[in-house]
């Protein structure tokens, strides 16, 4: 069975720090979303990975995947208060399994 | 447009109730999603639709029926629900059920009592 582990998985940083968020998966796979959800909203979609070495930037975040390790990193730059959400990874092997989400609250 | 249309936003139901959430995408996917959520836990996926076939079914009790009419509608049929039922139910659809960025509804907010 698929397991998909985040850590970590709260999160609080200072603005204009940098940060990483690692996904660890059990079975081979690759094709890898991260998504984000801000309290009482649904799931926005930030990144699509969809092959081995795939890097995708996007603002202050920027996603990698390394299939051959099974970990996709969420990397944070120079952190704003406007990215404080949480933030799931979800890995599709025949159906599509989450992580349990970090919850990041930026302080100013 | 990137938008995935649930309604109702709210809704509250008696244990012996029947009532349904209603889904609808425009953007021509031919894949869409039932997905449930508890409150500080990760979406949790309930039946995939590909060319609206039921494709996944994620071992879901009966009491939760899925309908998919044609390919821009999606419904969940709900009946006889027990409290511990009360979620945000998320709708979702995708070009195809594989490697695509999967789109999600703002969601059905379902309280049991």
């Known amino acids: 069975e698929l397991k998909v582990e985040q850590n970590p998985l709260f999160l609080s940083m200072q603005e204009g720090k940098n940060y990483t968020i690692y996904c660890n998966y059990s079975t081979t796979s690759d094709r890898l979303y991260w998504y984000r959800q801000d309290p009482g909203k649904s799931l926005e979609s930030l990144f699509v990975?969809?092959?081995?070495?795939a890097v995708k930037q996007e603002g202050r975040l920027m996603a990698s995947l390394d299939t051959k390790a099974r970990l996709s990193t969420l990397h944070i730059t120079a952190a704003v208060h406007d990215l404080s959400a949480t933030y799931f990874c979800?890995?599709?092997?025949?159906?599509?399994?989450f992580g349990a989400g970090t919850r990041l609250t930026v302080k100013p | 447009d990137t938008e995935v249309t649930q309604t109702p936003k709210h809704l509250v139901m008696g244990m012996t109730n029947k009532k349904s959430l209603k889904c609808e995408q425009h953007m021509g996917h031919r894949a869409m999603y039932w997905y449930k959520q508890k409150a500080k836990k990760p979406p949790e996926l309930m039946f995939v639709?590909?060319?609206?076939?039921?494709?996944i079914n994620e071992s879901v009790p009966s009491r939760f029926s899925p309908e998919c009419p044609n390919s821009s509608l999606l419904n969940l049929h709900l009946h006889a629900l027990q409290p511990e039922d009360s979620a945000l139910y998320l709708c979702a659809s995708s070009q195809v059920a594989s490697g695509n960025t999967i789109y999600f509804g703002e969601g059905s907010w379902l309280t049991v009592v």
């Open positions: 990975l969809l092959s081995n070495g």
């Open positions: 639709y590909s060319y609206e076939k039921l494709s």
């Open positions: 979800a890995v599709e092997n025949n159906d599509m399994r």
